[in-house]
Every structure is written in C-alpha cells, then in structure tokens.
C-alpha cells in the first residue's frame, strides 16, 4: 500500500517476493513502474483507494506493507478503520500488517526533533512541523533544489493505532521504534506497528 515511488516494491521483488504495488495516485504509481523498469523489474501495479481496497485487488496476501507515514493522511476515523478493515480482509488467515508512522505522541507532548537516522523522502531533505496539534500536523519539506512542499497530516498517538488494529480483529500487535523492540516513548522518530491477523503462541 501507498506504493509511492516503488522504492520498497522494487527492495521486496529484488528479495524475492511476488508483489503487488497499490497507491491511490496514478502518477505515482506510473513513477513506480517506472523506476521499477530502470532496475529490470516489471511491477504489477493497481490504483486503489485503502478504504476499496479489496473492490480493486483480488486474492489475499502474506503481508500488507504501508510504510512512509501514509495512514497518517486519513483525517476521519471512519476511514481509518474502514482502511484497516479492508487491510485485514486482503490478508490471509496467518497474515501480518506492517504499518509505520511518526512518533506523533513525542512531537506534540515533547517538541519536535529529529535524530536524522532514518528518512523516507531524501537524507538532503529538510523536515520541519509548521503547526501540530491534536487534529492537524502541518509539515514542511525544503529540498536541496530550495523547493519547498507542505503536507497535512493526522497526529495519530500510538496507542490509538494499536487500539484500531485490535478493533478490526487483529489479535497480537508489536511495535518497534526505529526497528528496535526496546525504546524509551520519546526517542525514536518512528514506530513501526507488525499486527498479525492470527494469534501465534509463543514457543516455550
């Protein structure tokens, strides 16, 4: 999902997965095939709305992928958890979603910083939040050419995703903060959700 400029669709084929590339933007996803061509690789991609998902795209999957902040451009509720249910119905019984997002609950209780270890858009790419508060976080991105783009986003608070997850019927949730299993609240710059679809018990 939220395929973008296919930088993750082409890492996943390159590793030997069978992928399809969703976005709700056609010109990303010709952007995506594109580049995905430069590399050798044919993407399979298909223009979908999250919240239609399973309308667009037949079959169901191993895994759902939503990287690069994306669930955080959904303002209503209603469609978040449509979005997320529609996510759960695409995947198989033993399936697994992956979606990340900004530490949200740090920028608007602490202030905004950044370690600069991990980016989504460039490592030349200047990100500052214009305005955050509990409904809207207005970012500003400056690029090295001196363009600049603004985005709004939902400030979603971890906990909240992860009450969301578990409400459509995902049963075991971990989150990770800047990939990591142990973190302090504040300091990762991301949180990374990995919902399974089926309860697995731990070995013993």
């Known amino acids: 999902m939220a395929t973008g400029t296919g930088f993750h669709s082409v890492q996943l084929v390159e590793a030997g997965f069978d992928v399809v ?25 298909i223009q979908s709305d999250w919240r239609w998902l399973n309308r667009d795209v037949h079959g169901r999957f191993d895994a759902i ?3 690069g902040n994306s669930f955080t451009h959904l303002f209503s509720e209603n469609d978040r958890r449509k979005a997320l249910a529609e996510f759960y119905s695409a995947l198989n019984h033993d399936g697994v979603l992956i979606l990340d997002q900004r530490n949200y609950d740090a920028i ?12 989504y858009c460039g490592d030349n790419v ?32 971890k906990a909240y ?39 697995r018990e731990a070995c013993a």
Do not use: W
Not at 128 to 157: C, I, K, W
């Open 65 to 67: 992928v939503c990287l």
């Open 21 to 45: 590339s969703a976005d709700g933007s056609a010109e990303m996803l010709a952007k995506a095939f594109e580049n995905g061509r430069r590399r050798g690789h044919i993407l399979r991609t």
């Open 161 to 199: 995703v992860r009450r969301l997850m578990r409400e459509v019927g995902f049963q075991r949730i971990e989150t990770y903060g800047d990939f990591k299993e142990t973190y302090k609240e504040t300091e990762p710059d991301f949180f990374i959700h990995v919902a399974e679809k089926q309860y």
């Open 108 to 119: 608007m209780d602490h202030g905004y910083s950044s370690k600069h270890t991990f980016y």
């Open 126 to 157: 200047e990100v500052r939040p214009e305005h955050v508060d509990e409904g809207l976080a207005r970012f500003q991105y400056t690029f090295p050419d001196h363009s600049v783009y603004h985005l709004n986003m939902y400030p979603l608070r």
